[in-house]
């Protein structure tokens, strides 16, 4: 066999991005055999292409599986690996994702997981802001009060589209979530990730609050190499390399300073905001622990945590901003660099931890955020579909979930019916997945689920009566507008 042929057939329908570097390594840009090589180069050149065709069989094998697994049903398809479509959540996790390989990720060991703790370990804390604002403290205490008895139903907006998603919920089950989610965006104009909504966006988030909902704000920051508008795929979804990264955490450095203005204009709106007296749970940086955005999967002192830590120093220390209950947020701890422990930023930077899981609840993702908790507040902030109901009984801290948008009853069916999650959260296998953007599963009488008295919705007197201390510490009238 020819294996220098072989190869170069095989190299050839590689994508050029996987193919120029083993191009660009040797010293002769193509195939064959060069008149001038000695038969020792010969022979080292040869140990090189049948490297690169294994390389390049692996590749194409691999390429083949996960098109196979995106076409098969519950696979995605290419929507749900651009993430982007109609009515779905970004794809933080799957064929779409590349690991990448950082500098940190070598060099920084693993760290110890902290022992486990009982399920219900709750001790209420001080909001980690310095002179939270009353209305920050109020909303912090409400969780406390609820925790461990209540969930508060949940459902995330495109800033373009602002309610749309919420209002789907109220359709398709009858009952409106209290909770009330939205991004500051990173599109052109129109898109339904608008950068350009800004302003729109706070206004609703004003208008939400004083009509009882408690609001929940991420931030699907661009590259700091970029400025707005991007795609989601062109940006958010790419990275830093390693040197990028080391500037980005230098004070001083030139993409240090990009960034600031970025958050410094993030900050603008926020304060507008605490201008309005609206307490806001902030999410940024979101599911660290993955390789999915520019600023996630980086473990170390210098990684993806002290990025976290830098925008709430901006945030607090540099502009004063006193409304935001801080979030800290991982996804499921799948793989040895996705352990929580290796994206923890401390105690003194997080009023509530949370989970996004797009499968089920496996027991093992509760316990070992709980265990890094110190008793504070849990919850679910990213999901496809409503959690099932026997979740909170392994699981009691989850003190509310917010489905994304487009997705459990903010999708786009109707008669109170979808498809969605396992029957079971705590205790289902992982081939039953609650689903991004209704999904396939199971069929789910979303009526029912709202009816019962462990989750609270706008509509329920039960959930008026519980804020009625935080409505008037906010200075807002405690019966339902």
């Not at 609050?209 to 940006?235: K, L, N, Q, Y």
Request: hydrophobic content about 40%.
């Amino acid at each position: 066999m020819d294996v220098t042929r072989v190869a170069a057939a095989l190299v050839a329908v590689l994508p050029s991005e996987l193919k120029l570097p083993y191009l660009a390594a040797g010293s002769h840009a193509q195939f064959g055999r060069p008149q001038d090589i000695s038969p020792q180069s010969e022979a080292q050149m040869r140990h090189a292409y049948i490297g690169i065709a294994v390389l390049a069989v692996a590749c194409l094998v691999c390429g083949g599986l996960a098109f196979a697994q995106a076409a098969a049903p519950g696979g995605g398809g290419a929507g749900a690996a651009r993430g982007r479509g109609p009515g779905t959540r970004p794809a933080a996790s799957g064929p779409a994702t590349n690991p990448r390989v950082y500098a940190l990720n070598r060099l920084s060991p693993l760290l110890t997981k902290p022992p486990m703790r009982p399920a219900d370990w709750l001790v209420e804390h001080d909001p980690v802001t310095p002179n939270a604002s009353p209305e920050a403290r109020a909303l912090l205490k409400y969780f406390y009060s609820i925790s461990l008895k209540h969930t508060l139903t949940g459902q995330h907006n495109f800033p373009f589209q602002q309610e749309i998603s919420t209002n789907a919920a109220l359709r398709n089950s009858g009952k409106t979530p209290t909770i009330y989610g939205s991004d500051w965006g990173f599109a052109q104009a129109g898109d339904k990730d608008s950068a350009y909504s800004r302003d729109d966006t706070v206004a609703e988030l004003i208008k939400q609050w004083h009509a009882g909902h408690i609001i929940v704000m991420c931030w699907h920051a661009v590259r700091p190499t970029e400025d707005v508008p991007v795609t989601f795929m062109g940006s958010v979804r790419q990275t830093l390399t390693d040197a990028e990264w080391n500037q980005l955490v230098t004070p001083g450095s030139d993409l240090n300073k990009r960034w600031l203005a970025q958050v410094d204009e993030i900050a603008g709106y926020l304060k507008k905001l605490q201008d309005a007296h609206v307490p806001i749970l902030w999410r940024p940086f979101h599911e660290m622990n993955l390789d999915a955005f520019w600023w996630s999967g980086r473990r170390g002192e210098t990684g993806t945590k002290e990025l976290y830590r830098m925008i709430f120093d901006r945030l607090v220390n540099f502009h004063k901003l006193n409304n935001l209950i801080w979030i800290w947020n991982c996804d499921r701890p799948e793989g040895t660099d996705r352990q929580f422990v290796d994206y923890f930023p401390g105690q003194q930077y997080f009023d509530i931890l949370t989970l996004d899981c797009y499968a089920a609840f496996n027991q093992r993702y509760y316990d070992e955020m709980n265990a890094l908790s110190d008793g504070k507040v849990m919850a679910i902030s990213e999901t496809g579909n409503v959690p099932p109901l026997a979740t909170y009984q392994m699981q009691p801290k989850w003190t509310y979930y917010m489905c994304w948008a487009g997705s459990g009853p903010g999708g786009g069916g109707g008669g109170g019916r979808a498809r969605g999650p396992a029957t079971s959260a705590s205790v289902a296998p992982a081939s039953q997945p609650a689903a991004r953007g209704g999904g396939r599963g199971n069929a789910i009488d979303y009526a029912t689920i709202m009816s019962d008295p462990r989750l609270f919705n706008l509509e329920d007197s039960a959930y008026w009566d519980s804020i009625a201390d935080l409505r008037k510490a906010c200075g807002l009238p405690a019966a339902r507008p």
